[in-house]
């Protein structure tokens, strides 16, 4: 950020009187700038014994797997977010059930919110998606997969579902989690 | 927002290409200005049989009761933000438990995300409290709390209570029921 979006003049970063952390200030309109973290909201879609999974499009990761998911947008609930990215990745309309997996992201100041959800009718690959597909657990391509949240979500999937119990499983990534995960790429 | 703050020249709003809404777009260095939801994040606190209200000092909402909560911030966790905001307006340590209440507001472009918890140790007002208090189920001040998320959280916790169970609650407030509310005011 180097100029205010309110009146166009230059800003500095520095911590607001009553504050404790830095903002994008400007001096001439007297605008702080906050900035906040992003929802990413998704589902893991099932269908039988089998997993939707949508092969991405698009950078970042194109090429890997991943579970139907984007950033939440202005003006919808969760649930509305984690059903259009479904729709619109992967063709599917869905019903959605409990949240299951939240993960802070705090080095790229994401969170992701992923509910479990049931598939209704068909799918085909959206714009952003190269192909989508029906993996029973055996064929899941745990080393093709996009994101270490998405690893994550399905290894909860797999473990809860032996005993057919889905609560709320909350954690962080960190950035060296996510290094770990990516490697030198 | 009137003018790009990567480069600012004035934005225009309108659908970028190969996208389904309006954005804010500069077409001299062509950055689109995404703009979506804010995470609240908050605690209901718990001491033995009473349950921790801060009186606001600040608006909106000026001297009504609330539960500690505040904009999530980038580089940290939900959880973190819950216990921070939790000290700054109630000076109040807390062990924060499950996720209890998620609640959208999207006529506002906020989630709420209220965590139960423990306080530990003492309390007091914060600079934005004018005073922090415990409350008996008896004692609520119903008809003084600041806004419709606290009374939610409030109400799922006391029926909850009688069970001890305490299940996530996700739920949606729509500009009705926040104008129902807040009524003329």
């Keep these: 950020m180097n100029f205010c979006s309110h009146c166009g003049h230059t800003v500095r970063f520095a911590i607001p009187r009553g504050d404790d952390r830095p903002r994008y200030l400007c001096d001439e309109c007297g605008t702080i700038h906050y900035q906040n973290p992003r929802i990413v909201a998704g589902t893991l879609p099932v269908s039988g014994s089998r997993v939707l999974l949508c092969r991405r499009a698009i950078a970042p990761r194109k090429g890997y797997w991943t579970l139907p998911a ?84 399905l290894r909860h999937f797999y473990r809860d579902r032996v005993e057919g119990d889905y609560p709320l499983h909350i954690s962080d990534i960190t950035a060296e989690d996510r290094e770990r995960y990516f490697g030198s790429a």
Aim: hydrophobic share 45%.
């Design 70 to 153: 984007g950033y939440m947008e202005n003006a919808e609930t969760t649930v509305e977010a984690a059903a259009r990215e479904t729709l619109e990745e992967a063709c599917a309309e869905v019903t959605v059930h409990g949240l299951y997996t939240l993960i802070n992201l705090p080095h790229i100041n994401q969170v992701y919110m992923m509910f479990r959800a049931d598939l209704v009718g068909g799918f085909d690959a959206g714009p952003e998606s190269l192909e989508v597909a029906l993996f029973e657990e055996h064929e899941i391509p745990w080393d093709e997969l996009a994101f270490p949240t998405i690893e994550r979500t």
